[in-house]
């Protein structure tokens, strides 16, 4: 090998090295950016001729290899939306611009002024929509063409009917024949409207009682009749214990002509009859004063209701939650896998594209067929590892050091030969 060859190949390892520490150099930076993978550096020795016997080695390249698929710390986050992928594969993220998909470990998700979950690249979360029983609405589910950014702007709970009424009451054994009880009972039509209807329980005889139920009348005011009751008179009738004897059917409240233009109702009162989850009985009251005891009352109705707050599962389901109470599922988030993670093309910090190495993206719902788990309010550290970084910054700066020596030394054999001629 000639002066010439030597000094060929302490600059290619100057270069080298140089690539090396901007690769640390980089890593360290990122050390606490969420969802950073970092960058390693891998050496191959240059053959200047490999056709004699021994191998002629004649410098050395450097290239950048991705750790995509190494997991990073998972920490706490008092965000609700910011997400951590525990285990394999990668949020899907759009750039707002283009149809195009893209993918990230950064769940630094929140949501901005249009409702949109975006992360701190400006990239938005897309996931499958769902339907009311939170059933996933595409029906090609393979393709990142089924997903469209998850957006919490316009949300509302639907409100539902009133179709069943459970209590639990004892009507007094004491009572005088001709005495009569009411109570109220809030019932909701198909609109969301709240009404009260008032049920009257009079004594008709030993062991025996009559139910009547009143129009409903709108709870906000408390006189305004909002519809029409029927299915009573009903007479119920007890045992020697108190325990109802019949009827031995449900009871059904029919209410139809809503004011408010709402489906007629078919209520079922359930107070115990059929094994029901309901109770009534007939004891004695324990009082001077005979009364009815009501020990609770539900009914399955409510009102329209306003997103209170969002819950995320591992299974990457957003939970919507209401302030009438419920709860719907209103998108499912998927996880996107690849054959090999480290072969994505990133196109920002933390956000990368599939390319030829990576192969194609398989949609999987989160914690199945392999994909890893959502966890909520948390986030995915930097997979760097700053003492690793620290140590490589000084094999590089040692081998750089190294490698210049030797063009110095170069130098100084050049000029020797120089002088030699003179």
Request: proline share 1%; no cysteine.
């Amino acid at each position: 090998m000639s002066i010439f060859s030597a000094l060929n190949t302490a600059t290619s390892a100057l270069y080298a090295q140089s690539k090396a520490f901007t690769s640390i150099s980089s890593n360290i930076s990122n050390s606490s950016s969420t969802g950073y993978k970092a960058t390693d550096t891998s050496f191959t020795a240059l053959l200047t001729d490999s056709q004699s016997s021994s191998a002629d080695y004649g410098g050395v390249t450097a290239s950048t290899v991705q750790t995509v698929s190494s997991q990073g710390d998972i920490t706490s986050s008092s965000t609700t939306t910011n997400l951590a992928l525990d285990g394999n594969g990668m949020f899907v993220v759009n750039d707002g611009t283009s149809t195009s998909s893209y993918y990230t470990r950064d769940g630094s998700f929140s949501e901005d002024d249009n409702g949109n979950l975006v992360n701190s690249e400006g990239y938005y979360l897309e996931g499958w929509a769902t339907d009311d029983s939170g059933n996933i609405l595409a029906t090609n589910r393979s393709d990142t063409a089924s997903l469209e950014k998850i957006n919490l702007n316009d949300i509302t709970g639907s409100p539902n009917a009133t179709t069943k009424v459970t209590t639990s009451m004892n009507l007094p054994s004491d009572a005088a024949v001709g005495d009569s009880y009411t109570t109220d009972t809030e019932v909701y039509d198909s609109l969301g409207n709240s009404s009260t209807v008032t049920l009257s329980w009079t004594k008709t005889g030993t062991n025996s009682w009559e139910l009547d139920a009143s129009n409903p009348v709108s709870a906000t005011d408390g006189s305004t009749v909002t519809g029409t009751s029927s299915g009573t008179p009903v007479t119920l009738t007890f045992n020697s214990d108190g325990s109802l004897a019949s009827p031995t059917t449900d009871i059904t409240l029919g209410i139809t002509g809503w004011s408010s233009g709402a489906t007629d109702s078919s209520i079922t009162l359930d107070y115990g009859e059929n094994s029901g989850s309901g109770s009534i009985t007939q004891y004695a009251s324990g009082s001077t004063t005979a009364g009815v005891t009501v020990t609770s009352t539900k009914q399955d109705g409510y009102a329209k209701g306003t997103l209170s707050s969002v819950d995320i599962n591992t299974d990457g389901s957003v939970v919507a939650n209401f302030d009438n109470g419920q709860s719907k599922t209103v998108y499912k988030i998927p996880v996107a896998t690849f054959a090999n993670e480290d072969g994505l093309t990133a196109v920002s910090g933390q956000t990368y594209a599939q390319s030829t190495a990576s192969g194609s993206y398989t949609l999987k719902e989160a914690g199945s067929d392999g994909a890893g788990t959502i966890e909520s309010s948390s986030l995915e550290s930097s997979n760097v590892d700053t003492s690793d970084e620290l140590s490589r910054m000084i094999y590089a700066q040692q081998a750089y050091s190294a490698a210049a020596k030797v063009v110095s030394t170069a130098q100084d054999m050049m000029d020797t030969l120089l002088q030699a001629k003179r």
